[in-house]
């Protein structure tokens, strides 16, 4: 609950989520993100009924399910559990793979996240401080091929005679 409500804090609109088979998001992002539905008076001895909270019609929020037998990757199933006309509409396919690329990086840049091995972490701050340390350098100060462009031959032209001895 608190992820989604830091989530909804810093993000403009309504933004798609896509996890795996746990069943708590579903009733976090409901919370979060819904319309209520009224229900009109019928007249009748008692208590009205009470609103009722639905998946805000912005919302989409897709499952990915890896289904394994002794270890092995047998199946895949795709749910979309909200605004599957949305997704339609964006084009979308539900795809969990930037989650899995960030938390590969992370197992390989931070020893504690490393599975199966005797570094761990004691302290929880300790963590977080290394994670966000991590985080800064990988998206500020590392240089990444995937950003470099080509230069243009002014700025190639430019840069040449300096280097001329």
Known sequence: MQLILMTAGVVFGVPCFFSDGFSCYLSALIEVYHTLKTFPRTGKQGRPKEPVKEPHPDLVYGQLIKKKRQGRLQEL???????????AELGLSISTSLIER??????????????KSQCFCKDRAQMRRRVTFFQGFYNFARPHMSLRLPLSEQETSAIEPEHQV
């Open 102 to 115: 960030l938390n590969l990086t992370l197992r390989h840049a931070l020893a504690p996240l490393v599975r």
């Open 77 to 87: 199933v795709y749910r979309v559990r909200c605004g599957a006309e949305r997704l």
